[in-house]
């Protein structure tokens, strides 16, 4: 049973535009987590969230913010995306950070064109 | 820093045989390691955490054995099924302790 959801599934769209992306987790965790995964699977932090502060920004590019409402929400956009945008975003939560099972959402796939 | 080293990248394997994927790491605090399985189209799930020295830990018939000695944490099923094609991650908790920090991946590919 799936507690992390995104939408939407896929998205396909041109250089210069501007996407988002939102996450929603039921399982009452307190951090929540972009990751992205490239063409060849390599899963890389880009944010985490916890309590809905910023904890971890992994030089990730200026164009990419992150939004967070809630403990139970964080949404991602990009502003002007570029064609090595083109990934599955994967949102993913936990209780704590690090040292506890992550749950990950089936991911966003983005396809820039 | 923290590090996380996979080195297969594609492993096949006929059904039935053992099968061991290669973890290893690189932190400057106490070791926490995972094992993650992604299936074809789905979300990654843990398969497995450790952070106890020389203590085997065990899920769905995959085992694993933390060792600080040698800074490492190996995958390793005794007879593998076709349902155990999936790609295989080894993660290790960042030295910042605020996430987890995940290795290449592993292909496993079971033939009949």
């Known amino acids: 049973e799936t507690a992390v959801f995104q939408t939407p599934n896929y998205h396909v769209t041109q250089v210069g535009n501007e996407v988002s992306f939102n996450c929603k987790q039921t399982?009452?965790?307190?951090?929540m987590y972009w990751y992205k995964q490239d063409s060849k699977k390599l899963l890389k932090i880009m944010f985490s969230?916890?309590?809905?502060?910023?904890?971890v920004n992994e030089t990730v590019p200026r164009r990419f913010s992150p939004q967070s409402s809630d403990k139970a929400h964080l949404n991602l956009r990009i502003k002007s995306v570029e064609p090595e945008d083109s990934a599955v975003y994967l949102c993913?939560?936990?209780f704590g950070t690090g040292g506890t099972e992550v749950f990950f959402g089936k991911g966003t796939r983005l396809t820039v064109v | 820093g923290d590090s996380v080293t996979q080195t297969e990248g594609l492993v096949t394997l006929t059904k039935g045989l053992p099968v061991m994927l290669n973890c290893t790491y690189q932190?400057?605090?106490?070791?926490?390691l995972f094992w993650y399985v992604q299936h074809l189209n789905e979300a990654p799930k843990l398969l497995l955490k450790s952070s106890t020295d020389n203590k085997r830990t065990e899920h769905q018939g995959f085992y694993a054995t933390l060792h600080k000695s040698s800074s490492s944490f190996h995958l390793q099923k005794s007879s593998v099924q076709l349902s155990d094609s999936a790609l295989y991650f080894c993660?290790?908790?960042?030295?910042?302790?605020?996430?987890?920090?995940f290795g290449t991946g592993t292909k496993l590919q079971v033939v009949p």
């Open positions: 993660a290790l908790r960042a030295n910042s302790g605020t996430y987890q920090r």
């Open positions: 969230y916890n309590n809905k502060q910023l904890i």
């Open positions: 399982l009452g965790h307190d951090t």
């Open positions: 993913a939560s936990s």
């Open positions: 932190t400057t605090y106490s070791p926490f």
